[in-house]
């Protein structure tokens, strides 16, 4: 249904009235016990959501709001393998990759079960085989470098896992990412490689995208040009797709392919043969702990009461402030070095999923949907773009992140890892008074007019509402958890906002525009196809290109 429909939905927009004279430091001084009530739990993970804009009433209303748009007739019919994604006429089982249990799950009357474990016991044969070196490169010597050529959800899933467990990689191996078509990317990184003791990986679900087969060309014809032979390829080059034809045409033998299917979205594969460079640098058993962490917040996401259900909280606390708050943002701030890539592997997830504007149905939707997702470590962010979200003009609620444990842990480092991170979720939300301010001042000795007007200056609203998501340990467990979660928060404000969060149409049209300008760079033939400016630019760049 149209949630705007709902009778929940013109309740929270009284509700949102009725915020807008409330500041958090007072509900939190009336009511300090919401400090314990709004805490849920799951897979090791705790969501303290209490410095958020909400109260009972708003969450019932929100709660509501996800049983009128039927959010969980929606998990059941993803979960049960219906072909949720409607315009691609696919079903969406990330789920079934990491389904420890084992049981059933049914495609089109097929159990896809079989399937899935038979590819990641393929993957994680081939994975022991290069850890322990018995895989060896084309002169006998073991691989020592890996590089995964692959872009968007073939790149970032991994990339960021890796990054994030860096204290598990394997002693031997350095991983390496190229997903960027500017070729100072691949040249700066195959500089420093070895091509006899170097695997690429090249992964990619369509098997089409020109930023990937340019790279991996380019990636081959360095190894060649080392005095390999096209029958060395076998020994340096495997590939991850869901396209066998496009694969063997591209020259990697079927054998040396890890297969997926057309119900994994791209931003969804990190938990299938995408995971390959995981399972590799990490190795299968923490790989399968990944899976494991997952799965526990799948189980909690299909069986959790609505009121205690992680996803379904966070979901609906984004669609609060999405659709009655006018906040057009949210910033991910993990608290944990390792964890640098998360915010640009949530931006994909979310904004590729909800960045839609009609409904399942073709309707044009008459509100918000996705938020514009951003971040960065939050330490660092406190001496950059915190400022903002302290004293300017809009509003953005945070999720902070944090480890309680983690490899490598200082415990001297790590008291200020934390002290920070509380801290500024508490000044976020309680801000400074101006009469706070004055006294500060005061006592520093200032007085007069430079008192009155520096105190301006320094008043903080407060206000500002964040989550606190609090891991037990950075670990592949809970990172495996932590990321499932995200991905059913993209999903209960889809089901709420009736999108399709699956397909990605609207990278289409620039790929379409890129190869006819490709082509008039080359040839100069089709420029008139393009706009006035486009056409200059044609210009300009292709007498660059042949200078
Ligand atoms: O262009 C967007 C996109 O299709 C993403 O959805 C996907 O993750 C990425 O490109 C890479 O696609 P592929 O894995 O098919 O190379």
């Known amino acids: 249904m149209n949630p705007a429909q709902s009778p929940a939905w013109a309740a929270l927009a009284a509700q949102a009235e009725k915020w807008s004279s409330l500041h958090l430091r007072e509900v939190f001084a009336q009511d300090p016990a919401r400090a314990e009530r709004y805490v849920a739990d799951a897979a090791g993970i705790e969501l303290d959501y209490s410095k958020n804009r909400i109260d009972n009433e708003t969450l019932a209303l929100l709660q509501q709001l996800a ?319 915190f400022q903002l979200l302290h004293q300017g003009t809009h509003l953005i609620p945070l999720d902070f992140i944090l480890a309680l444990d983690q490899a490598d842990l200082d415990p001297t480092h790590h008291a200020v890892l934390i002290s920070s991170c509380l801290a500024q979720s508490a000044a976020l939300m309680r801000g400074k008074t101006a009469d706070e301010a004055r006294a500060e001042l005061t006592k520093a000795g200032v007085s007069g007019e430079k008192l009155e007007q520096l105190v301006k200056h320094k008043t903080f609203e407060g206000n500002r509402p964040s989550n606190m998501l609090v891991l037990d340990a950075l670990d592949p467990k809970h990172l495996g958890a932590l990321i499932a979660l995200y991905e059913h928060k993209v999903f209960v404000q889809g089901a709420v906002w009736g999108i399709n969060s699956y397909d990605q149409w609207g990278v289409e049209l620039g790929k379409q525009l890129a190869s006819g300008i490709q082509n008039a760079l080359k040839t100069g033939s089709g420029e008139d196809d393009y706009d006035a400016s486009t056409q200059r630019l044609i210009k300009l760049a292709r007498n660059r290109l042949t200078t």
Request: glycine share 10%; with cysteine; proline share 5%.
């Open 67 to 385: 049983v009128d748009t039927g959010v969980k007739a929606r998990i059941d019919a993803m979960f049960a393998g219906e072909k949720i994604n409607n315009t691609e006429d696919r079903a969406v089982l990330h789920v079934a990759l990491r389904n420890r249990a084992n049981t059933p799950v049914l495609v089109d009357g097929h159990d896809v079960m079989p399937d899935v474990n038979a590819v990641l016991t393929r993957m994680f044969a081939f994975a022991d085989k290069v850890r322990s070196g018995e895989w060896k490169g084309r002169t006998g010597r073991a691989i020592t470098d890996i590089v995964n050529i692959g872009i968007g959800g073939s790149d970032l899933g991994p990339l960021m896992v890796c990054e994030a467990l860096k204290p598990y990689g394997h002693e031997r191996l350095s991983m390496h990412f190229v997903s960027n078509v500017d070729g100072a990317q691949i040249i700066q990184t195959l500089k420093k490689l070895d091509p006899e003791t170097t695997l690429f990986v090249i992964a990619s679900k369509t098997f089409t995208t020109i930023e990937t087969l340019t790279n991996a060309n380019s990636a081959r014809a360095w190894f060649l040009a080392s005095g390999a032979s096209e029958a060395d390829i076998a020994k340096h080059f495997v590939a991850v797709s869901t396209n066998g034809p496009k694969v063997s045409a591209f020259g990697i033998s079927t054998d040396n392919m890890f297969g997926f299917w057309d119900w994994v979205g791209g931003r969804y594969s990190l938990w299938s043969a995408i995971g390959l460079p995981i399972a590799l640098y990490l190795g299968p058993d923490n790989f399968k702990a990944l899976l494991e962490g997952a799965h526990a917040i799948d189980q909690h996401f299909r069986t959790a009461p609505f009121e205690k259900n992680l996803p379904v909280l966070m979901g609906l606390i984004g669609v609060w402030y999405a659709n009655f708050l006018a906040s057009p943002s949210v910033v991910i701030a993990p608290y944990n070095q390792n964890m640098h890539r998360l915010p640009a592997y949530l931006q994909q997830l979310d904004m590729e999923s909800n960045g839609k504007g009609v409904r399942r149905d073709g309707e044009k939707v008459e509100y918000k949907t996705g938020p514009i997702i951003w971040g960065e470590p939050g330490i660092n962010g406190q001496h950059a773009y």
